[in-house]
């Protein structure tokens, strides 16, 4: 079985959840590339944000997790780029959906407002669960910009 390769990114607000995330991850057999930031000094969440969806998007990574204080920001960045479909997940139903319907390739995670158990949880389930296909693919072709 092939190991999972992760890419993970954050700013400031979702810098000590990313590197717990990290961890876990690695903790859990995942190849784990970390593409900042490095602390919790105010910074630009397009500055991480777009590097993580240029490597996902060229397939370098399996999949990709963002974390930022609402989620939205980081999130909304990553989804700029045409291959990526990241979905904002504040608990593990929404990431089951989020793989099983939308093959989201970008877990978003809304730091400021979810527990870092629920988290783990998340990023479980997001990894765990494969996308279903059939009608949903129909939908995903229609996503991209042509």
């Not at 240029?54 to 960045?77: H, P, Q, R, W, Y």
């Not at 989201?104 to 407002?113: D, E, K, L, S, T």
């Amino acid at each position: 079985m092939k190991t999972l390769k992760i890419a993970i990114a954050s700013d400031h607000a979702g810098y000590q959840f990313k590197n717990r995330l990290g961890e876990f991850l690695k903790e859990n057999g995942y190849l784990v590339t970390d593409f900042g930031t490095d602390s919790e000094a105010s910074m630009d969440y397009p500055d991480t944000a777009h590097p993580l969806a240029e490597a996902v998007a060229a397939e370098k990574f399996d999949f990709g997790f963002t974390l930022c204080g609402s989620g939205n920001g980081i999130t909304m960045t990553a989804n700029k780029h045409q291959k990526i479909r990241a979905a904002l997940c504040w608990n593990s139903e929404i990431a089951e959906l989020a793989r099983l319907h939308n093959n989201a390739n970008v877990c978003g995670i809304p730091a400021r407002f979810i527990s870092y158990e629920e988290v783990e949880k998340i990023a479980k389930i997001f990894l765990a669960t494969d996308f279903e296909g059939g009608r949903h693919q129909t939908r995903i072709d229609k996503i991209p910009l042509k």
